[in-house]
């Protein structure tokens, strides 16, 4: 059944591409609604597994209208699904995200998109003071393979405070701190495409542990939650 579903929001949004405005949208409107409701339980079933081996305290899908008042971009519809999943803060940091686009452009991600200034500085002190233990967690054979390497933006020299010859620069300079996997349109319609989101995600913990563990203690390791 969610490989069925999955194969109609490919094709729906193959055609919203092409037909990216409200007449059309409100014309298929009944169709995008039978689908979004199939797709809904593919992502709470992604919960459910999530929640066998992690606490998220919240699943958000976000609506296919776009926001086109600050875009240059001003097609109303986005023409993928996208959802974020929480972990329980504050213990658990970090999160998941799962998003079913056609033309290959299909992927899951984790980590940390916007990390608080606090926690940002945090982390870049801990990576300042030592930076085997996450090199150790991201450079994992098995980790890579699953994971690829760390990716998002980063500052071009080094942070305000930081040395740019620091030897853990590389992690210093980063604003994000995130793992993308993706997948084919082919990948996406295997029956056990859920089954490998399921484990990728799963794959990310020792990442996500370390990290936890980084944000809720303080440079001497004494926590900071009670």
């Known amino acids: ?7 109609l929001a490919l094709n729906f949004f193959k055609k919203l591409e092409k037909n990216n405005n409200r007449d059309w949208f409100n014309e298929n ?3 995008f609604k039978a689908i979004e409701t199939e797709i809904k339980k593919i992502y709470n079933s992604v919960l459910e597994n999530l929640n066998k081996h992690d606490e998220i305290d919240k699943l958000k899908i976000f609506r296919i209208y776009r926001d086109v008042r600050f875009s240059k ?8 699904f996208g959802g974020s999943f929480h972990r329980a803060k504050p213990k658990l940091r970090g999160g998941y995200y799962l998003h079913i686009q056609p033309n290959n452009e299909s992927f899951i991600a984790t980590g940390f998109w916007e990390p608080a200034k606090e926690d940002l500085l945090r982390i870049r002190k801990e ?10 967690i991201i450079e994992n054979k098995s980790f890579k393979k699953v994971w690829g390497g ?21 992690l210093i300079k980063k604003k994000q701190y995130i ?12 029956p056990g495409f859920l089954d490998d989101v399921n484990a990728s995600f799963k794959a990310i913990r020792p990442y996500f542990d370390y990290m936890s563990d980084v944000l ?9 939650i009670e």
């Open 179 to 190: 793992f993308v996997k993706k997948y084919t349109d082919k990948d996406v319609l295997n």
């Open 1 to 7: 059944m969610s490989t069925q579903a999955l194969k």
């Open 73 to 80: 971009n001003k097609l109303p519809y986005k023409t993928h």
């Open 29 to 31: 409107k009944p169709e």
């Open 216 to 224: 809720t203690t303080d440079l001497n390791g004494v926590s900071l």
């Open 127 to 136: 990576f300042e003071m030592d930076d085997q233990e996450i090199r150790n």
């Open 150 to 170: 760390l990716v998002g933006d980063e500052v071009k020299s080094a942070p305000r405070g930081f040395d740019k010859a620091h030897k853990a620069i590389d």
